[in-house]
């Protein structure tokens, strides 16, 4: 969320270091993962062979073939992971194994599990990274006691927006590599060097990078040649493009690299990764604001559409500009292939930094020959203009014309998808068709002033469930930003639609139960996570500890912090399940129970205003840091209370 952009606060930070114990890496380096399947070679789309039966925009009423089909394999390699998780989850009374095992027959009946990762930047990037790193069964100290390692490997959905996007991007681009890995990259690779802006590019011993003008030089060279190939450039080409120095971990960040590769990688297809998507907003030509009842987009490695019911169709991914026409290509149009490019998809679903690296664009050595392209754009477009994505030929040209908003126009203008609140990508997931039972989601979006969320983005999605757009779509209850902060529900992981007889009924009252939210809010454990949407640079030391951080809140700091924190992964199982039975009339056992007394949000609200702001203190305690800035010491209590946990624990800390 940036709803401080007017704002521009550049504060310095306060950021603290790795702790001591820090998220470790495994032996050897990230894989340089090749996807590099554009048929140009390079950046610009080209045309390709159409295939016997030729590409169609299919209606939204149910999920694709192809994500049917996987899901089959999918759901099947989950069941393993699963009963690993649950058994470490450890729910009292309750036999994980053979629940599981009794009900794999039906994959309806066994948990749906899905992870969205909000906006919000370089720090939702961070932040996001330390939950997976923490789901991940991969990485080293996620199954100890109180992790939630496996959780990763029993999901079936990943979705990111904007900065969670990138990092869901990154992940499959780089061979579903673990996030220790993608952190500590590869030699000589400018992989998640955050330390340097986009805007200066990477240092000199990058893969192939001299200085700042060859870096840009390779920039603009791939976005003309997209424009030579008959296509229109925005500004999103040339962010996309920089932007994948930084998270493609292959020379000049992989310009032939395509979203729909990721249909075509072994381990994708053969079900040992969940299912990625990156979601973007409609937003109709002219119109400023985005508005809640816009049509959502989704990007998934088959297919870009909407299930909304103004568009409720999704194109072929790798058939994107193309020229379709009411739902096909006609017989005298060409298929082309590459436009759906990797860090063009990512910079489509976090195009608002558009904006935030335009305004920095002169203090930073940018050459004049970009800034002049840029402005170039930016005159044709208007100012107001200048955080889109153009898609075109517009897929969906004529395609439901009585209710697609934009089937006249030959362009799709897309923008981030945060621009319309829902911060977190919820929508893919909330959809019935894809039957989701749990959606944990890790919300790092800047609500407050000082860059915490409030419950906006959640709060955003239940309230679209009142507009017709919703289609049926059902939500559970999210209260105000007061009752929020006033009861802390942004300060502890809080579960949301516990209650099944609680929904809002949309048009699909009767429709199945929709997934129980498991809220993740961004918060301080060990280092200021809460870092401004508008920097673009953190040192190797600032990064790590944010990450270390968003680990420690995805873990509720390893069980060591506040009520019920020892039983955490217990919950964590019990949030997992509690959908599945419901479905197989299943006794809810004690264990879970209170569980969900104490962490489901118990329905009351308190919204007065809050006095002096909204002043989290850190759960744990701000860590000097190797990088010299440092912070305040967290609750005087609570640090205490962490000393004698880590003593117990025989880990040494410095507060
Ligand atoms: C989607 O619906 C159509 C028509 O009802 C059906 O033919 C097709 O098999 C369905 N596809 C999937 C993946 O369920
Ligand atoms: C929690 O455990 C992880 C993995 O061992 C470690 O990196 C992290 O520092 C621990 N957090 C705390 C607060 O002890
Ligand atoms: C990708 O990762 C898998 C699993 O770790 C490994 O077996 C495979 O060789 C890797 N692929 C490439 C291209 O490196
Ligand atoms: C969205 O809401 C506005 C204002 O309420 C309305 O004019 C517009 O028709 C709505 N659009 C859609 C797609 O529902
Ligand atoms: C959702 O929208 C589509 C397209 O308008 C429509 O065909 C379908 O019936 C709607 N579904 C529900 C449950 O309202
Ligand atoms: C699509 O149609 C437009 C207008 O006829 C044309 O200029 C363009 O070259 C076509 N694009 C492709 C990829 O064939
Ligand atoms: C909550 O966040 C929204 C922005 O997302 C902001 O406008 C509002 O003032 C915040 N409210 C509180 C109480 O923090
Ligand atoms: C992070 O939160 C702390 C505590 O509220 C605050 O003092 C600090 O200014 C925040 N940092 C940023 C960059 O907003
Ligand atoms: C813009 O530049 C200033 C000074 O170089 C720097 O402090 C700030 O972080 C930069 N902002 C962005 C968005 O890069
Ligand atoms: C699978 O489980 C669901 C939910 O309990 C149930 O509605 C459905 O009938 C079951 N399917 C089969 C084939 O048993
Ligand atoms: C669910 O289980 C309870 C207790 O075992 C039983 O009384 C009830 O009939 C069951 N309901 C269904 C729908 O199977
Ligand atoms: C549903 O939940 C909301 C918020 O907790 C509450 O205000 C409302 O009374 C509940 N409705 C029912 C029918 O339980």
Redesign the pocket.
């Known amino acids: 969320m940036y709803s401080s952009f007017s704002l521009l606060s550049l504060a310095s930070l306060a950021l603290a270091s790795p702790s001591l114990v820090s998220v470790s890496s495994e032996v050897g380096d990230v894989i340089r993962r090749a996807l590099p399947d554009s048929p140009s070679g390079g950046y610009a789309p080209a045309e390709v062979k159409c295939p016997s039966t030729r590409p169609t925009v299919r209606s939204?009423?149910n999920v694709s073939q192809q994500e049917s089909d996987w899901l089959r394999t999918r759901r099947g390699n989950t069941v393993q992971p699963m009963i690993d998780f649950l058994r470490g989850a450890n729910i009292p009374g309750f036999d994980a194994q053979t629940y599981i095992n009794n009900h794999r027959q039906n994959l309806t009946e066994l948990p749906n599990v899905g992870i969205a990762l909000s906006g919000g930047g370089y720090r939702a990037l961070m932040n996001g990274a330390g939950f997976v790193a923490a789901a991940d069964s991969r990485v080293a100290g996620s199954t100890d006691q109180h992790g939630i390692g496996g959780l990763l490997q029993s999901a079936t959905y990943l979705a990111g927006l904007s900065g969670g996007g990138w990092l869901v991007g990154s992940i499959y681009a780089n061979n579903f590599s673990t996030v220790p890995q993608l952190r500590d990259g590869s030699a000589g690779s400018d992989l998640w060097q955050f330390s340097r802006s986009i805007l200066k590019g990477p240092k000199e011993n990058g893969i192939s990078i001299l200085n700042t003008a060859s870096y840009w030089d390779d920039v603009h060279d791939a976005v003309d040649a997209k424009r030579d190939a008959g296509y229109e450039a925005s500004i999103t080409d040339y962010w996309g493009r920089t932007l994948s120095y930084q998270l493609i971990n292959a020379k000049d960040g992989g310009p032939s690299y395509t979203f729909s590769s990721i249909s075509r990688s072994p381990g994708f297809n053969d079900g040992n990764q969940p299912l990625p998507i990156l979601v973007a907003d409609g937003r109709l030509p002219n119109e400023k604001v985005v508005a809640l009842n816009s049509t959502v987009y989704e990007f998934n490695p088959w297919e870009m559409g909407s299930f909304d019911?103004s568009v409720?169709g999704f194109v072929p991914l790798q058939y994107l500009g193309s020229n379709f026409s009411a739902g096909s290509i006609p017989d005298n149009e060409r298929c082309m292939s590459g436009f759906d490019q990797y860090g063009y998809v990512m910079g489509t679903s976090s195009s608002l930094f558009n904006q935030i690296a335009l305004r920095n664009i002169s203090s930073e050595k940018v050459p004049s020959f970009v800034t002049n392209a840029i402005e170039g754009l930016i005159e044709r477009i208007g100012q107001a203009n200048d955080d889109i994505a153009v898609y075109h030929p517009n897929p969906f040209y004529r395609y439901?014309t009585k209710?697609n908003p934009s089937a006249e126009e030959t362009t799709l203008t897309l923008v981030d998808g945060g621009e319309d609140l829902q911060n977190m990508p919820l929508h893919p997931l909330i959809q019935p068709e894809r039957g989701l039972d749990v959606i944990f989601a890790v919300d790092s979006s800047a609500d407050t002033d000082n860059n915490f969320p409030n419950g906006t983005a959640l709060r955003a999605t239940y309230d679209r469930t009142a507009e017709p757009i919703s289609?049926?779509t059902r939500f559970p209850v999210v209260p105000d930003a007061e009752t929020f902060i006033n009861k802390g529900l942004n300060q502890r992981p809080t579960f949301f639609g516990c209650d099944p007889k609680n929904y809002t009924t949309g048009?699909?009252a009767n429709?199945p139960l929709p997934p129980l939210i498991v809220y993740v809010p961004l918060m301080a454990y060990t280092a200021w996570g809460n870092v401004s949407t508008f920097t673009m640079s953190y040192s190797d030391a600032d990064r790590n500890a944010i990450i270390q951080n968003g680990f420690n809140v995805a873990t509720m700091g390893n069980g060591t912090t506040g009520d019920m924190s020892t039983q955490w992964r217990t919950c964590i199982g019990c949030a997992v399940l509690q959908r599945s039975m419901l479905k197989t009339n299943t006794t809810i056992p004690a264990a879970c129970q209170e569980c969900f007394q104490s962490h489901c949000w118990d329905g009351t609200t308190d919204s007065r205003p809050i006095a002096g702001g909204y002043q989290p203190n850190a759960v744990i305690g701000i860590q000097e840091t190797s990088a010299g800035v440092s912070s305040r010491a967290g609750d005087f209590n609570k640090v205490l209370g962490l000393v004698s946990a880590v003593v117990a624990s025989g880990l040494v800390l410095v507060i």
Do not use: I, Q
């Open positions: 939204a009423k019911p409720f439901n209710t289609n049926g048009g699909r429709g």
